[in-house]
Structure formats: structure tokens, C-alpha cells
């Protein structure tokens, strides 16, 4: 069955990687994902924001990923498998999670005032881990979109507030905010892409060994970028989240990082180069597995040389 996520980041700041957490909408983008973790041998959060969810269909959500585990079962292997909601953004949608199945909530409270955030997150901590749930919260703003909020800048996670936070709220991992943000978007050409790992450091020493979660960390590849504008897509010049910082972050206690973009991009740009390569076809399989294939092998690749996770 599906696993929560607390043995996984213990494992994982242990042994100094991160666990990746890739978001789904679809079969396909699913099959990439599990077919990428089985063949590398790494745990793996799935993923789905409440628009996901939505879009997919409550009832058919845990039914993929229990599909995923039994895909992984019949391949021999053991990796842990977690289903995971996304930015959820009321304790009700969290509630509604946990009684659908799924082994982990994210509540993000981030938008809220300081204790408002810790009187949410607690609540949802304290319904979620009577069923075995683990929960993520957040502390900070990403600049960016996130769902319906849209944030103009970064506020950076306060080193002095994450101590409070987690024994307050009983969560059982916390994201935060060093410059990482949500998109294809991150920084604009000229910019240092750079994430502040000195903040990373100081929320470190105030709570050693606390699974951290990065979000917005796709690194947003230019081959990609370019296969889009190859073959009729459009898309200003994106710039993401450089490998090397997300490899230092591994090694540290970020124990979980969330890359959503990246598939979306690959998956696209797979099924665009199929439809103009083949405009007589119309089976569906035909354009869609290139795109589940460049998905796969870019997060395979991304296991392997960057989270650190493989045969974990
Ligand atoms: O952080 C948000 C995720 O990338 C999911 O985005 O709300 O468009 O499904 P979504
Ligand atoms: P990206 O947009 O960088 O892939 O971030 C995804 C994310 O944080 C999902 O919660
Ligand atoms: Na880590
Ligand atoms: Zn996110």
C-alpha cells in the first residue's frame, strides 16, 4: 500500500538526499513518474494540488496511485510510495484527503497571518495524524502563483520563527521560502539564479535534523524550452532552479523537493514533436507516450545526478 512520508525523510536526512515529490494529472504523466522511481530504485512522493484533483476526479485519485504501487509491486520492487495533496488549502480539503486515502497532506497556511497559520496547521496535524497522515506545512511566501494566490515577492522563512512553529503545530515536515518559486519563470535573464541556501542553513541549526520541503525547485531545461518553440509551442525565456543548488539542498535536511513544471514541460514538448511529426496521426497512444517518455527519462536523470535518491 501507499506509505506516509515519515520514515522516508528520516532515511533520507540520514543519508543526505532529498525525496522527490513530482506532481500528476493524467495516466501518462503518473506512468512516468512511477516507471522513472521503479527503474532507479527511489521512494517517491506523488502528488496532486486540489486543481489536480479536481481535474482527475476525487474518486479516481487513490486508485491511480494504489495502480502505481501495484505497477512497482509487479516490477519487484519495494520503493516506498506516497500519495500526497498538494497546497491544500483549508483544513477541509486536508480532511477530505485523508478520508479519500491519501498517506500525506500539505497545508499551506503560508497566506495566513503567523497564528492563524499555526492554528490551522495544528488542527490539521492533529485530524491527520489519528489516521497515520503525516503533514507538511508551510512558513514564508513564494513569489509567484500558487493556485489562486499570487505573491509579488519573495518573504523569506524567519529563522527565528521555525522553532515555534513545529512544536506548536505538531507538523511533521516544513516548507519554506529561500527564492525558490513557482513556474517556468523563476528568475529573469540576467538574474543570479541563485537560492538563499545561508537562510537554508540558519532554519537548519534552529531545528537540526526537521525534514525540510522545497517548492518551486523545476530547474526548467532549456531542451525542453527549446522542443516547445520547435515545434509551434511559445514560451518567453525560463530560467529555473540551477542543479548544483538543489544537489547542495539534497545533502542538507531537505528531505523532500517538488518539481512540477518540469514534467509539464517535457510531457508537452514530447507531445508536440509527435503531433508535427506525424500530423496524420490521431491515436492517441502515439503522441502521448513521447511525452511520457521524455518525462521518465528527465526525472530519471534528475534521481540519479541530482536528489541523490536513487536505490535509496
Ligand atoms: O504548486 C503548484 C503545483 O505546481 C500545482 O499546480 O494548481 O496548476 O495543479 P496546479
Ligand atoms: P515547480 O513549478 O518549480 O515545478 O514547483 C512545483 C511545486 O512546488 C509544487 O508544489
Ligand atoms: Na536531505
Ligand atoms: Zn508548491
Avoid at 485523508?98 to 497545508?107: H, L, T
Avoid at 503525516?134 to 522553532?163: K, M, R
Avoid at 502515439?286 to 530519471?300: A, D, I, R, S, V
Wanted: hydrophobic share 35%.
Amino acid at each position: 500500500g501507499l506509505s506516509n512520508t515519515k520514515e522516508m525523510f528520516e532515511k533520507a536526512n540520514k543519508e543526505g538526499y532529498s525525496v522527490p515529490a513530482f506532481n500528476f494529472n493524467n495516466l501518462e504523466q503518473i506512468q512516468g513518474i512511477i516507471e522513472a522511481c521503479v527503474e532507479t530504485g527511489s521512494p517517491v512522493i506523488l502528488q496532486v494540488s486540489k486543481g489536480a484533483r479536481n481535474y482527475i476526479g476525487k474518486e479516481m485519485v487513490p486508485f491511480l496511485a494504489q495502480a502505481a504501487v501495484a505497477y512497482a509491486r509487479s516490477k519487484g520492487s519495494d520503493i516506498p510510495v506516497a500519495l500526497h495533496l498538494d497546497h491544500g488549502p483549508d483544513f477541509e480539503t486536508c480532511k477530505d484527503c485523508v478520508e479519500y486515502g491519501f498517506s500525506s497532506v500539505m497545508i499551506d497556511g503560508s497566506h495566513h497571518a503567523y497564528e492563524e497559520n499555526i492554528e490551522e496547521s495544528k488542527k490539521v496535524a492533529e485530524f491527520a495524524h489519528k489516521h497515520d497522515v503525516t503533514v507538511e506545512a508551510e512558513l514564508g511566501v513564494l513569489a509567484g502563483v500558487e493556485d489562486d494566490v499570487v505573491a509579488d515577492a519573495h518573504i523569506y522563512t524567519q529563522p527565528d520563527e521555525v522553532e515555534d512553529f513545529v512544536k506548536r503545530t505538531g507538523v511533521d515536515s516544513l516548507a519554506i521560502a529561500i527564492g525558490t518559486s513557482h513556474g517556468a519563470h523563476k528568475f529573469k535573464p540576467g538574474d543570479n539564479p541563485k537560492i538563499r541556501l545561508d537562510i537554508l542553513e540558519e532554519i537548519e541549526k534552529r531545528i537540526p535534523g526537521f525534514p525540510i520541503v522545497l517548492h518551486g525547485s523545476s530547474s526548467v531545461p532549456k531542451q525542453f524550452v527549446d522542443l516547445m518553440k520547435q515545434y509551434g509551442g511559445e514560451i518567453a525565456d525560463a530560467i529555473g532552479i540551477p542543479d548544483e543548488q538543489l544537489r547542495l539542498a539534497s545533502k542538507s535536511a531537505v528531505a523532500k523537493i517538488n518539481v512540477d513544471t518540469d514534467g509539464r514541460l517535457a510531457f508537452t514538448a514530447g507531445i508536440r514533436e509527435a503531433l508535427a511529426k506525424n500530423p496524420k496521426e490521431f491515436d492517441p497512444r502515439k503522441y502521448l507516450e513521447p511525452g511520457k517518455n521524455y518525462m521518465k527519462e528527465f526525472y530519471k536523470e534528475k534521481i540519479k545526478t541530482v536528489f541523490g535518491s536513487e536505490g535509496a
